[in-house]
């Protein structure tokens, strides 16, 4: 058959031109067979990374300047605010110092010489002025002193006159006896009646003289300690008990911060050409412009020549000066300021450059001595 062979041994089929295998499959040779990767991800990985670029040098360190930029922002804003709020706290203190100051002072001058009829400690008047240069401008702060009084106790009991003892509540004496209080120790009845002690046993007052008909204070009267206090500053950390400057009264430390205290005065009756020096219930014109006004208050004086002496005194125009404890080496707003006839700049030791470091508050305050000229 030409056009068609069959064959049994191999198992093929000829049908014209068509070759047919009928037989099992044909062995191939032996050769290695090629199997899919079983992680493609890999693949996948390194051919995704071939085609993606990194970041240059200097990319990098553009964002890294930015980064540091943003942190060195943030520092200053903190460091800012850190200090603003130093500077805010310190500014607080420093009105309350000068707040406190004023207070004291001007609480004492009001009440000065209360019940007072002679000497009271080193004060010969209820007022003493003490100008720190009397005779020309001030190179520093002034000093006063004042007959001020101290309640101490009330009277346990009633006293009838004529009397020359009194007893105080429990523990009355004890309680003052640290500052001072005791025998020689001048005191107000009631702020009317003076008495001086002369002995003392337990809270059993012996007085130096009998007080006389008609008196009679029943008990629970206010007995007050008449005590001559003087305000002057401390610019020494040793008279300070710390930070200087500072207000003190009898030597110790009430106010800190406070540099200056500058006080002038008004008076009645301390002109010889006005009134004859005689007191008649207004304040001498010192400028001769028939009104009261600023220049009508001597601030430089020594007070001690008739008719210009202090039981004259009528009124006091008080000024406190107070800065804040540390030196801000970025302020420098604060210019010399002349208060009363004192200028800083001439102050032993001046220099504009610390001078202007400090910021500082000035509070004026001008109030009426009650008790002088009644």
């Keep these: 058959m030409s056009e068609a062979t069959m064959s049994d041994e191999r198992g093929t089929m000829n049908v ?31 051919q995704r990374l071939s085609g993606e670029r990194g970041h240059s040098l200097v990319e990098l360190m553009f964002g890294l300047g930015i980064a540091l930029a943003a942190i060195a922002a943030g520092y200053t804003v903190a460091s800012t605010s850190d200090k603003t709020s130093v500077v805010n706290d310190q500014t607080a203190q420093l009105q309350q110092n000068v707040r406190i100051a004023m207070n004291l002072v001007s609480s004492d001058i009001k009440t000065a010489g209360y019940g007072m009829t002679g000497a009271v400690g080193a004060c010969g008047q209820a007022i003493v002025p ?3 240069q009397p005779a020309g401008p001030d190179s520093g702060p002034d ?24 007893t105080l509540g429990a523990g009355s004496v004890a309680n003052y006896s640290s500052e001072g209080f005791g025998v020689g120790s001048v005191l107000s009845i009631g702020g009317a009646t003076p008495a001086t002690v002369n002995a003392v046993a337990g809270d059993s007052l012996t007085l130096a003289a009998t007080v006389g008909l008609p008196v009679v204070y029943p008990a629970g009267t206010q007995i007050f300690w008449l005590r001559c206090v003087t305000y002057s500053i401390g610019t020494t950390s040793a ?41 008649d219930g207004i304040i001498d014109d010192q400028n001769g412009t028939s009104t009261f006004d600023t220049a009508d208050f001597v601030s430089n004086n020594a007070w001690g020549v008739a008719p210009m002496t202090p039981d004259k005194i009528r009124m006091v125009r008080i000024t406190v ?54």
């Design 16 to 46: 014209g031109r068509l070759r047919l295998e009928v037989g099992g499959p044909k062995q191939l040779p032996h050769t290695s067979i090629l199997r899919p990767q079983t992680s493609g991800r890999s693949a996948f990985s390194l």
């Design 143 to 166: 000093s006063v002193s004042l007959v001020t009084p101290t309640p101490v106790g009330t009277l346990a009991a009633q006293a009838t006159a004529p009397f020359s003892a009194i």
């Design 239 to 279: 008279a300070c008990s710390g930070n200087a400057p500072c207000l003190l009264r009898n030597g110790s430390a009430v106010a800190e911060g406070i540099e200056d205290l500058q006080l002038a005065y008004a008076c009645d009756g301390c002109v010889a050409a006005i009134n004859g020096a005689v007191a």
């Design 130 to 132: 003490a100008d720190n």
């Design 321 to 374: 000066i107070g800065r804040q404890p540390r030196q801000d080496p970025n302020w420098h707003g604060t210019s010399p300021t002349t208060v009363e006839d004192h200028d800083p700049t001439g102050d032993t030791g001046y220099t504009l450059a610390t001078y202007q470091q400090f910021r500082r508050r000035i509070l004026t305050r001008t109030v009426q001595a009650r008790n002088l000229g009644l």
